[in-house]
């Protein structure tokens, strides 16, 4: 059974299309999350929800917009696609210290 | 804020040798403190954390002690392999109202060669 699901894995899609991202757990976590990966290898987190509720909204431009239509699930839709949107997306979901990751979707914008 | 620095990679190490990876962090409170490992192409796996000060995150022969005098998480190995080759990442967490928030460090690229 798959833990934290997300898909696409892979996106390649054109500058300003609109696409979206979806993220399923079935670890009955309360809190999820969508991380960014850039090309260095560096994690940062975007958002995180909590039983719905979004909690953590870090410096990210509004055309990113998480919604999360119950506690299992987390998408993101990113309108207006940028070339420096390309990145691998992470979803994630906790409870307590215990996290565990998605397995990415590498988004490509060209 | 929150942050964590460690190592630059990448480190090249030739199978059996012995692996150390430094990394510091600054944070208030008193935050748990993870190593992550990622495999080409795929997600993040915990390898090992640590809750509290002193206290020694073990897995698959890696270890790293949480040292608040320090404020340091180093993660080791006496004996690498070539399937150890990866990209090793030191989080920390803090409490943020409902949800816990990983701060990462840069990533230290780890290549095991025969």
């Known amino acids: 059974d798959t833990a934290v699901s997300q898909t696409p894995k892979y996106l390649v899609t054109q500058m300003g299309n609109d696409k979206s991202i979806k993220c399923e757990q079935n670890l009955g976590h309360d809190t999820m999350y969508w991380y960014k990966q850039d090309s260095k290898k560096f994690l940062k987190i975007m958002f995180s929800y909590n039983n719905k509720e979004l909690i953590i909204n870090e410096t990210v431009p509004n055309r990113f917009s998480p919604k999360s239509p119950d506690k299992a699930h987390l998408n993101l839709h990113i309108n207006s696609l940028e070339l420096g949107d390309s990145a691998v997306y992470f979803c994630a979901s906790s409870q307590g210290w215990s996290y565990t990751f998605g397995s990415g979707t590498r988004l490509t914008v060209v | 804020g929150d942050s964590v620095t460690q190592m630059e990679g990448p480190v090249t190490l030739s199978e059996e040798a012995f692996l150390t990876i430094n990394c510091t962090y600054t944070?208030?409170?008193?935050?748990?403190l993870f190593w992550y490992v990622q495999y080409p192409g795929e997600g993040l796996q915990l390898l090992l954390k640590a809750t509290k000060a002193d206290d020694k995150g073990s897995n698959k022969g890696f270890e790293a002690t949480y040292r608040k005098e320090t404020t340091s998480f180093h993660l080791e190995k006496g004996s690498v392999q070539v399937s150890d080759s990866a990209v090793y990442f030191c989080a920390l967490s803090g409490l943020t109202g409902g949800g816990n928030k990983l701060t990462f460090g840069t990533g230290t690229q780890l290549k095991v060669e025969l």
């Open positions: 944070a208030t409170g008193y935050p748990s």
